[in-house]
Every structure is written in structure tokens, then in C-alpha cells.
């Protein structure tokens, strides 16, 4: 079982950057694909990107290809988001999970942190 924890959220102007960060606990990090979803106001969770146990493999939204970093320091049993030249509609509680695959398939993801808050004002 692993417990996750974002932080980094915060407010942010149109075009700005931003880093997320993910902490788990658990001696088993490192077997876990990671994954990073959101949701908006109103809206269905959404997949943003993932990344498999060895951080070699990534996928992203193609909303967010281009912009956003995944990554993984599994000596650290963290993994991160880095995005850049944010959009106000990249607006949302992002929220991290662990799973056995990479895959934008929620359910493929059995342990989700509590998320945290992405403002982007235009």
C-alpha cells in the first residue's frame, strides 16, 4: 500500500511555471507506475500524464504535450510535474495516483493522493 501527498499548487499568472511534487510512502515506490490526473470546477477528472516504475517510459494529455514534465526520483519516493507556459484553463485540483500501468485509464490507478490546487489567472 502507499500513501501519496502533493504539494505546489498555488496561484499562478497566464504563462507562468509551476512545480508539483508527490510524496509517497511505502518501502514499494519504485514498483509503481505514477500517474497525474486533474479536475475542474464542473468537470470529469482528466488525465494529465504518466510514468512507468524506471521513469523511462512517460505519456502525456495532448492538452499538456509540450508544456509538461513528468519525472520520478524513486531515492526520494517522490515524483514531480513541471509545467510550464500555463493556461488558465490548465486550472484544476491536481491530483497524483499510483498503479500498475501507464495508462490515461483512471482505474488502472488504485491510490490517489488528496490533490492540490492550480489557480492560472489570465
Known amino acids: 500500500q502507499v500513501q501519496l501527498v502533493e504539494s505546489g499548487g498555488r496561484l499562478v499568472q497566464a504563462g507562468g511555471s509551476l512545480r508539483l511534487s508527490c510524496a509517497a510512502s511505502?518501502?514499494?515506490?519504485?514498483?509503481?507506475?505514477m500517474g497525474w490526473f486533474r479536475q475542474a470546477p464542473g468537470k470529469e477528472r482528466e488525465f494529465v500524464s504518466a510514468?512507468?516504475?524506471?521513469?523511462?517510459?512517460?505519456y502525456y494529455a495532448d492538452s499538456v504535450k509540450g508544456r509538461f514534465t513528468i519525472s520520478r526520483d524513486n531515492a526520494k519516493n517522490t515524483v514531480y510535474l513541471q509545467m510550464n507556459s500555463l493556461k488558465p484553463e490548465d486550472t484544476a485540483v491536481y491530483y497524483c495516483?499510483?498503479?500498475?500501468?501507464?495508462?490515461?485509464?483512471?482505474?488502472?490507478?488504485?491510490?490517489w493522493g488528496q490533490g492540490t490546487q492550480v489557480t492560472v489567472s489570465s
Open positions: 510514468i512507468n516504475w524506471s521513469g523511462v517510459n512517460t
Open positions: 511505502g518501502r514499494t515506490f519504485y514498483s509503481y507506475a
Open positions: 495516483a499510483a498503479g500498475s500501468l501507464v495508462t490515461p485509464d483512471s482505474h488502472a490507478f488504485g491510490f
